[in-house]
């Protein structure tokens, strides 16, 4: 038989076994992790985590690594650093103020001497390991370098200016820290001081020289060229950054005052030396990009590019007008594509391609602005609309007058060279990548950018023609009209294939095109009629040719045509209104049949995808004439009547009777009151309640057939019609009568709605009845405020608040049950 301890007995024999298996896992774990110690090789030295040209050579003079226990800590890096700095505070006071009686003489000898100490100390302290002390005293060893520099022009050459002896003594101590930060491999600090001082000497000497523009920029570019080297020859991490960033430094600085010489020259040989300058610069970049990383190589291909733009430009654009001189830059800029097929690494070869698009850019970016206002500049016709055709012809329509437009003309030759460079890219596509060789293939998506690009430019460069022709006002809104036509069929043909940018490109210029000949027409009767005729003409026939079995994008494009159509359509009945000498709100109703038309067409057009498009655009019109009518009450009434008659219309398809079907009670209802208003009454129930009886007889009837049906749809049309126009009638009415029986009657509605849970009569029958006995005790109320004292209002509003804020929570949760309970009713 099995022996089956007792419960106690059992429980501590578990516990024992499971601590001793604790005790046994924590053993194992401690074992592996020594196995895992012995077993894992030393790490490797990380990487070098910046090399912009290339590995650097081992250094000649490598000292050998310090042991393990000798590494710095960061206590002791402070105690050296600051053992450095007072020493070096100490060599500056002693030399530059005095020690003792001795002279200037005597102390340059003592510092001459302790110099050659700091020197050679840091060579024994390497040896022995000692690498951060060694990089302290070196540090000052080259502080002490530059006071030798300062005493021996104290001693030896106290007449030498002080420009001169600082370029001579920067580029000795540039050399010498050179070399000693090469025999001393170790020391981090002296090559690096060596490169940020080489920045120095040629700056200096051209200064001290008394050198022009010219020999700075000569100066920054061979300080530039020095640093070029250095970086792709140089030693180390820490010397090729700090040479990379005196290059880039130097070298754009010389390139700006090569680009301002180039720009202000008003001749040929002026031109020439900044040409050089310019050109040296990009020979300079070349040959740094050549052996740069990537980033760096394409950034050298972008300045080489730009630099040999800017230096042919500027010869051939100088003595010549500065309007001219763009497009002669983006020739320049389009040249430079030919130095693709050069033997250039990839990332050079991008660098140029990218600084020729952006040479292409600016030229175009420089001549768009011309194009915003031939297109805005007629928005200052709606001050002075048919008021003749300006004088001036275009030109004093858009605004601008005079010698102005002398400067702009080379603008739509800019753009149209653009534009026909971009679109000979787009049509040869596949035989310029061919050509670009080793440059990796751009996808479909850059050429369509590149056609849509062009598309834009082509037709921006067009829009400014006829201002900078000189067009009189006729021949400028007929030529604008030709190419709104134009560009619209453009934008059919290429949107009918499919969605393509170009397309819609040419669709967005249409119609901006149209909006600013649109603008330009209102100057003269004559010409507002056929151009907008033309507009609603042309994107009718885009809605209507884009109609069929196509993508999203073209069914929205076609409803951005149609909308369009619609507005031209409502300028048109406008503009017949005023040519009718009809006032405003007798020129509203007119504009009705514009959503007519809307209506009917959206009847018929039904099952396509423009019709809600159409049907919306079409109550523009409506609730503009509604808008004009409003002064005129008599006017108002008969437009809300025929805008309640076409919602009525559109209430008879199914599927927009649950929107147009109440709207179109409403206006009906509004119309009625307007009217009322509009006649003098003084008694509205003597007219609304004949009409509210028998709506709320129909209302029972339907709610009997129907239980279903909703409380508005029975009896909210019913009870608005008359509640509303008496609650407007007791507000204003001094004697108490009506709001009494108005309040009473809302009462009863109120309570009805809440005993039969019928939402339209609760609701209404509440709102009407606080909004009359807020104007029944509003007088008292302000009598009472008026008679308390000023503190006590903001004191009680203070108390409501915190009472409301103590009992938040309960609150919305009883909110929260009474639109719950109010929900559920019918």
Excluded at 556 to 577: I, K, P, S
Aim: glycine share 12%; charged share 10%.
């Amino acid at each position: 038989m099995e022996h089956v301890p007792p419960p106690a007995e059992e429980l501590a024999l578990l516990d024992r076994e499971l601590a001793r298996l604790d005790a046994r896992r924590s053993h194992l774990l401690v074992r592996r992790a020594w196995l895992l110690s012995v077993l894992t090789p030393p790490a490797a030295p990380p990487a070098p985590h910046f090399a912009p040209f290339g590995p650097p050579p081992p250094a000649p003079f490598a000292v050998p690594a310090a042991r393990a226990g000798n590494a710095p800590g960061g206590a002791q890096n402070v105690l050296l650093t600051l053992g450095g700095l007072l020493l070096a505070v100490a060599a500056i006071a002693f030399t530059l103020v005095s020690w003792g009686h001795m002279g200037i003489a005597g102390r340059s000898a003592v510092l001459g001497a302790v110099t050659l100490a700091a020197l050679a100390a840091p060579v024994a302290l390497l040896r022995r390991g000692l690498s951060a002390t060694a990089e302290s005293l070196g540090a000052l060893a080259c502080l002490l370098m530059v006071l030798d520099a300062y005493a021996l022009h104290r001693v030896a050459v106290p007449e030498a200016g002080a420009a001169g002896f600082t370029a001579a003594s920067s580029a000795v101590l540039a050399v010498l820290w050179g070399g000693y930060g090469l025999l001393l491999g170790r020391l981090r600090l002296p090559l690096p001081l060596a490169v940020v001082t080489a920045q120095l000497p040629l700056v200096l000497w051209a200064w001290s020289a008394g050198a022009g523009a010219s020999g700075f920029g000569w100066a920054l570019l061979g300080t530039a060229a020095l640093d070029c080297v250095i970086a792709v020859r140089g030693r180390g991490d820490a010397v090729r950054m700090t040479a990379c960033a005196g290059a880039w430094t130097t070298g754009l600085w010389g390139l700006l005052v090569a680009l301002a010489q180039s720009v202000a020259a008003r001749s040929v040989p002026d031109a020439l030396e900044p040409a050089a300058l310019l050109l040296a610069g990009a020979a300079i970049a070349l040959f740094g990009a050549w052996r740069a990383p990537r980033g760096l190589a394409v950034a050298g291909g972008v300045l080489a590019g730009l630099c040999g733009v800017a230096a042919v430009g500027g010869v051939l654009c100088a003595g010549m007008d500065r309007g001219w001189s763009v497009p002669v830059y983006l020739l320049c800029g389009a040249a430079l594509l030919t130095a693709v097929r050069a033997p250039l690494p990839e990332p050079v070869g991008r660098g140029l391609g990218w600084a020729a698009a952006s040479v292409g850019t600016a030229a175009v970016l420089v001549s768009a602005p011309l194009a915003g206002l031939s297109l805005l500049g007629p928005v200052s016709q709606l001050g002075r609309v048919w008021s003749g055709a300006p004088d001036g012809g275009v030109r004093g329509a858009l605004g601008v007058t005079g010698s102005a437009w002398s400067a702009t003309a080379a603008a739509p030759v800019t753009l149209l060279a653009a534009a026909a460079l971009l679109g000979a890219a787009y049509r040869w596509w596949d035989g310029l990548v061919r050509v670009a060789g080793p440059v990796p293939r751009p996808g479909p998506g850059v050429r369509a950018a590149v056609g849509a690009v062009a598309s834009a430019v082509c037709w921006a460069g067009l829009v400014t023609l006829p201002a900078v022709l000189g067009f009189s006002y006729p021949a400028a809104v007929a030529a604008q009209s030709v190419l709104v036509c134009g560009t619209l069929a453009v934008a059919v043909t290429r949107l009918r294939r499919g969605p393509e940018a170009v397309g819609w490109t040419a669709l967005v210029s249409g119609l901006a095109g149209a909006v600013g000949v649109g603008f330009l027409s209102l100057a003269e009767e004559s010409a507002t009629y056929p151009v907008f005729a033309m507009a609603l003409v042309a994107l009718g026939a885009v809605a209507v040719l884009l109609d069929g079995p196509v993508d999203g994008a073209s069914r929205a494009a076609q409803a951005v045509a149609a909308g369009g159509a619609v507005v031209c359509a409502t300028v048109l009945v406008r503009a017949a209104g005023a040519s009718w000498d009809l006032a405003g709100h007798r020129a509203a109703p007119l504009l009705l049949a514009v959503t007519a038309v809307t209506v009917l067409l959206g009847a018929r057009l039904r099952n396509r995808p423009v019709a809600p498009v159409i049907e919306i655009a079409g109550a523009v019109p409506a609730v503009l004439a509604v808008l004009m009518a409003a002064p005129d009450r008599p006017f108002l009434a008969l437009v809300l009547a025929l805008c309640g008659v076409l919602a009525a219309g559109t209430a008879v398809r199914a599927e927009r009777r649950p929107a147009t079907g109440h709207l179109a009670v409403a206006l009906f209802v509004l119309a009625t009151w307007v009217r009322l208003t509009a006649s003098g009454v003084t008694a509205p129930e003597a007219y609304t309640l004949p009409v509210t009886v028998p709506a709320l007889a129909v209302g029972v009837l339907r709610r009997r057939r129907d239980p279903s049906a909703s409380s508005w749809t029975a009896y909210g049309a019913g009870l608005a019609a008359t509640l509303v126009p008496s609650l407007f009638a007791a507000w204003f009415d001094p004697d108490w009568q009506r709001p009494l029986l108005l309040g009473t009657a809302a009462l009863v509605i109120t309570l009805a709605g809440a005993r039969l849970r019928l939402q339209a009569l609760l609701l209404l029958g509440g709102t009407v009845l606080a909004l009359d006995a807020v104007h029944e005790l509003a007088p008292y109320v302000v009598q009472v405020v008026g008679a308390l004292p000023r503190w006590l209002p903001p004191a009680l509003a203070g108390a409501l608040l915190l009472v409301v804020g103590a009992t938040y929570e309960q609150r919305l949760r009883d909110a929260r049950r009474l639109k719950e309970s109010v929900g559920r009713m019918r």
